[in-house]
Antibody, heavy 121, light 110 residues
Framework: EVQLVESGGGLVQPGRSLRLSCAAS????????MHWVRQAPGKGLEWVSG????????HYADSVKGRFTISRDNAKNSLYLQMTSLRAEDTALYYC??????????????WGQGTMVTVSS | FMLTQPHSVSESPGKTVTISCTRS????????VQWYQQRPGSSPTTVIN?????PSGVPDRFSGSIDSSSNSASLTISGLKTEDEADYYC??????????FGGGTKLTVL
């Protein structure tokens, strides 16, 4: 079964850091680009970051550039999002999503169940 | 650029509904448009990729198109079922490879 399972979310104080993980299974992980997408409570979807199959192409939304770092470990079939200098507005459910192509086309065919990040003092 | 969707639409079971997604600047044909369905309390699922491609398992009641004259994309759902009631999001990306989502449209089937 093709599956993405996120973990690492939780309650964190403003200014602190958190690292999210996404474990992939059921497909050849290093054949595809991957993305993080978030959804604030009661709000719409927001693309956060994307990484190509080889990590050679990485992109961020302006709202997180300089604070978040996306990475992947193809040997471990895992995607990561290192989040620093967290703000209240980063509070959201963070989804991991699989691209349909290796280089990244922003066409997602598989989504995880999400991991909740709450930034509050 | 931004992608603008109607906040909500409603239609009766068995009917056909179309949800629009208008690109604010640049050509809608420049980059593929995707459509995602999100039922309450669930993760999004893909109903249309690359303007008009249905992933396996998506019924052919769902179709996508783009219209360069209105610079918009559309998702059409025919033979509406109550299970189609959900939020629908269009999505594309810009020249810097940043993803862009529309604000979402709440479909009510009543």
């Amino acid at each position: 079964e093709v599956q993405l399972v996120e973990s690492g979310g939780g309650l964190v104080q403003p200014g602190r850091s958190l690292r999210l993980s996404c474990a992939a299974s059921g497909f050849t992980f290093d054949d595809y680009a991957m993305h993080w997408v978030r959804q604030a409570p009661g709000k719409g979807l927001e693309w956060v970051s994307g990484i190509s199959w080889s990590s050679g192409s990485i992109h961020y939304a302006d709202s997180v550039k300089g604070r978040f770092t996306i990475s992947r470990d193809n040997a471990k079939n895992s995607l990561y999002l290192q989040m620093t200098s967290l703000r209240a507005e980063d509070t959201a459910l963070y989804y991991c999503a699989k691209d349909v192509a290796a280089s990244g086309t922003h066409a997602f065919d598989i989504w995880g169940q999400g991991t909740m990040v709450t930034v509050s003092s | 650029f931004m992608l603008t969707q109607p906040h909500s639409v409603s239609e009766s079971p068995g009917k056909t509904v179309t949800i629009s997604c208008t690109r604010s600047s640049g050509s809608i044909a420049s980059n593929y448009v995707q459509w995602y369905q999100q039922r309450p309390g669930s993760s999004p699922t893909t109903v249309i990729n690359e303007d008009n491609q249905r992933p396996s398992g998506v019924p052919d009641r769902f179709s996508g198109s783009i219209d360069s004259s209105s610079n918009s994309a559309s998702l059409t759902i025919s033979g509406l079922k109550t299970e189609d009631e959900a939020d629908y999001y269009c999505q594309s990306y810009d020249t810097t490879n940043q993803g862009v989502f529309g604000g979402g449209t709440k479909l009510t089937v009543l």
